[in-house]
């Protein structure tokens, strides 16, 4: 079964999930060949062991609180918050609350990589 995304031209609602946020799961919101979106859900407490994406990211958080540790130290997110990492930069976060964060990766092609 495909995973549905959204098109060109189609609105996504990125507001907060508020009550609903306790059940909700992951999920990839759009992705081409140049970007992927997608909302990360965590539960407070969650943490994503130290990782790195393939290519430049900015990460912004919609509601709750994350700690999220970069090279250049650990920070807190808050709602209405935004980051941004360069390609391949390792980083880790931990929820400090129920948090939910949009996620955009901007993806290379393979030529690129």
Do not use: W, Y
């Amino acid at each position: 079964m495909a995973i549905e995304h959204a098109q060109a031209g189609e609105v996504i609602d990125i507001r907060p999930l508020a009550d609903k946020l306790p059940e909700s799961k992951t999920r990839t919101l759009l992705k081409t060949e140049h970007v992927e979106v997608l909302r990360l859900v965590l539960p407070a407490g969650k943490i994503i062991a130290e990782h790195k994406a393939p290519s430049d990211i900015t990460v912004q958080c919609l509601e709750g609180e994350v700690k999220f540790t970069s090279p250049i130290g650990t920070k807190s997110l808050h709602a209405g918050e935004m980051l941004f990492l360069n390609a391949a930069e390792r980083h880790a976060l931990e929820a400090v609350s129920d948090a939910s964060l949009l996620v955009t990766i901007l993806l290379r092609k393979k030529a690129e990589q």
